[in-house]
């Protein structure tokens, strides 16, 4: 049987800006003091941006650390939000496995993680998996199967939502509260 990982809170979402960074950022504040974490993983590969410090470059994947706190990309967002510690991924769908193999020296079961990724869902057994949905939006391909297996659906128009980030709480895995 799998690891869970009740600590891992896995957002994905139904389009670009449905609201998920502002989500996790939200979150990331009202959990500042228990010294989150926050991961970012793309499917698809883009040229890399500075602050991005190396963990690990495969053919596969990259995996790097954010060190860059001061502009607007997600991953230095992340940082300004209160996460002690910034990761951006990329990996195409077959490879998340063994990026999140690369992923787990930074990982430990007792801290809020939060990750960002359309499909980790599929490997990593998780404590909640939100799925951020705009049903006016443009849909991504795998929005029906992840609104069918999703723990919550968040409706949102990119700014509010009908499950508030504060209806979240962290006490060793993450739960709703009504």
């Known amino acids: 049987m799998a690891h869970h990982w009740g600590n891992i809170l896995l957002i994905a979402g139904s389009s670009r800006n449905v609201g998920k960074t502002t989500f996790i950022c939200q979150l990331l504040e009202q959990h500042r003091q228990q010294h989150p974490i926050a991961i970012k993983?793309?499917?698809?590969?883009?040229?890399i941006t500075s602050g991005l410090k190396v963990i690990d470059e495969t053919p596969n994947y990259q995996l790097f650390e954010?060190?860059?706190?001061?502009?607007?990309?997600?991953?230095?967002?992340?940082?300004?939000?209160?996460?002690?510690r910034s990761f951006y991924a990329q990996a195409h769908d077959e490879h998340l496995p063994e990026l999140f193999m690369a992923l787990l020296p930074?990982?430990?079961?007792?801290?809020?993680?939060?990750?960002?990724?359309?499909?980790?869902?599929?490997?990593?057994?998780?404590?909640?998996?939100?799925?951020?949905?705009?049903?006016?939006?443009?849909?991504?391909?795998?929005?029906?199967?992840?609104?069918?297996?999703?723990?919550?659906?968040?409706?949102?128009n990119g700014k509010s939502f009908s499950v508030h980030p504060s209806q979240l709480k962290f006490e060793n895995e993450w739960k709703i509260t009504q």
């Open 66 to 84: 954010e060190t860059e706190r001061s502009i607007s990309k997600d991953s230095s967002l992340f940082l300004q939000s209160g996460a002690v």
């Open 41 to 47: 993983i793309a499917p698809h590969f883009h040229s």
């Open 106 to 156: 930074f990982l430990d079961g007792k801290t809020p993680i939060l990750i960002e990724s359309a499909a980790l869902h599929k490997y990593v057994d998780a404590g909640l998996f939100l799925f951020i949905y705009d049903e006016q939006g443009e849909r991504k391909n795998h929005t029906e199967a992840n609104l069918k297996i999703a723990d919550f659906v968040v409706h949102s």
